[in-house]
């Protein structure tokens, strides 16, 4: 995976919603203004010595600039994949495969996998595992330029861990003149 491209213009995005997942990983090219609020999902335990204040501290929101490449394919068939720069810092790779599966590199270069499905309404799905836990990520766009994403972790029994909404809208820079 190489070069970026230029981030798609709603004039550019044909058709809307992106009907592959070429063109989905193309959308999401671009600098982003993000607010997210996080959710702490799991009932409070007293085994855990959790104080009231813990307890309370259920929500948490933050706003920040995101900034998303666009990873050009290094083969005919597959899609490419996504350079993810978040406020804090650190990259995180998503490179797509045209299998359905996807290969995800942490800032700290922790490698984990998972499968991608774009749906009919133009939205897609990660589904991942890790250590104690499933996670589940859905990205989609309301307009060309306004990107939501939801995700929902849960525990091995099926009970909901941690969740996270974002929305995000494209920052476009004006032309110097």
């Given at each position: 995976?190489?070069?970026?491209?230029?981030?798609?213009?709603?004039?550019?995005?044909?058709?809307?919603?992106?009907?592959?997942?070429?063109?989905?990983?193309?959308?999401?090219?671009?600098?982003?203004?993000?607010?997210?609020?996080?959710?702490?999902?799991?009932?409070?335990?007293?085994?855990?010595?959790?104080?009231?204040?813990?307890?309370?501290?259920?929500?948490?929101?933050?706003?920040?600039?995101?900034?998303?490449?666009?990873?050009?394919?290094?083969?005919?068939?597959?899609?490419?994949?996504?350079?993810?720069?978040?406020?804090?810092?650190?990259?995180?790779?998503?490179?797509?495969?045209?299998?359905?599966?996807?290969?995800?590199?942490?800032p700290d270069g922790a490698?984990?996998?998972?499968?991608?499905?774009?749906?009919?309404?133009?939205?897609?799905?990660?589904?991942?595992?890790?250590?104690?836990?499933?996670?589940?990520?859905?990205?989609?766009?309301?307009?060309?330029?306004?990107?939501?994403?939801?995700?929902?972790?849960?525990?091995?029994?099926?009970?909901?861990?941690?969740?996270?909404?974002?929305?995000?809208?494209?920052?476009?820079?004006?032309?110097?003149?």
């Amino acid at each position: 995976m190489t070069s970026a491209t230029e981030p798609p213009t709603p004039a550019t995005i044909a058709p809307f919603p992106p009907e592959t997942i070429a063109a989905f990983l193309t959308c999401c090219a671009g600098d982003w203004l993000a607010l997210r609020s996080r959710f702490n999902l799991e009932e409070p335990s007293a085994e855990a010595g959790q104080t009231e204040e813990e307890e309370v501290s259920w929500h948490s929101s933050e706003r920040g600039e995101l900034q998303v490449t666009y990873l050009a394919p290094e083969g005919n068939d597959d899609p490419g994949g996504l350079e993810i720069t978040p406020p804090s810092g650190g990259r995180h790779r998503l490179l797509f495969h045209p299998d359905g599966s996807f290969q995800s590199q942490a800032p700290d270069g922790a490698v984990s996998t998972g499968r991608w499905q774009l749906w009919p309404d133009g939205s897609l799905e990660l589904a991942s595992e890790r250590p104690g836990t499933s996670v589940r990520e859905r990205i989609w766009f309301t307009k060309a330029n306004l990107r939501l994403r939801s995700s929902v972790e849960h525990h091995p029994d099926g009970s909901p861990g941690r969740a996270s909404f974002s929305s995000e809208i494209r920052r476009f820079s004006r032309p110097a003149g």
